[in-house]
């Protein structure tokens, strides 16, 4: 197949001989086959054909097909979705659970800020209404005083 090929070119041109190679396909090396017998010989049947032919052949057994597996009542999918929401309802229930506390604290936390402002106002109340009693201190009168051209008269 290496025959030398000519191609022409266009006008003007010489001409080239050029060799093309085809490449051969490798053929596997053919494995040799080794005989297996049969656990068991199959029964060989022969039919008579109406027109008076004889054919002989192994008699095919018919395939068992496999047997039907029971399925669950519930399917697995089914049980694992089922799962997964009470899991997410616990979750949910809990986080509920979590808001109130939080709601009950802040809630809590007001009430004592507001009692603790209501006594001490009525601790500072007591100091200021009990210091005008009298204590046995030195009492000054304030007269009506005038003041004139930035001068204090009496």
């Given at each position: 197949m290496n025959e030398p090929t000519t191609h022409r070119r266009a006008a003007g041109h010489e001409?080239?001989?050029?060799?093309?190679?085809?490449?051969?396909?490798?053929?596997?090396?053919?494995?040799?086959?080794?005989?297996?017998?049969?656990?068991?010989?199959?029964?060989?049947?022969?039919?008579?054909?109406?027109?008076?032919?004889?054919?002989?052949?192994?008699?095919?057994?018919?395939?068992?097909?496999?047997?039907?597996?029971?399925?669950?009542?519930?399917?697995?999918?089914?049980?694992?979705?089922?799962?997964?929401?009470?899991?997410?309802?616990?979750?949910?229930?809990?986080?509920?659970?979590?808001?109130?506390?939080?709601a009950a604290l802040t809630a809590l936390i007001t009430q004592l800020v507001i009692l603790a402002a209501v006594i001490f106002g009525g601790w500072i109340a007591v100091q200021v209404l009990s210091a005008s009693g009298d204590r046995g201190g030195t009492t000054v009168n304030i007269r009506k005083a005038v003041i004139k051209r930035n001068r204090f008269y009496q």
């Open positions: 001409t080239t001989a050029v060799q093309v190679h085809t490449p051969a396909p490798i053929t596997p090396a053919p494995e040799q086959a080794v005989p297996v017998q049969p656990g068991h010989i199959p029964a060989v049947a022969s039919i008579v054909m109406p027109d008076g032919r004889v054919i002989t052949g192994y008699a095919l057994t018919p395939m068992q097909p496999e047997p039907v597996v029971p399925k669950p009542p519930v399917s697995r999918a089914a049980v694992n979705v089922a799962l997964g929401g009470v899991g997410f309802l616990a979750v949910c229930g809990g986080l509920l659970l979590l808001t109130t506390f939080i």
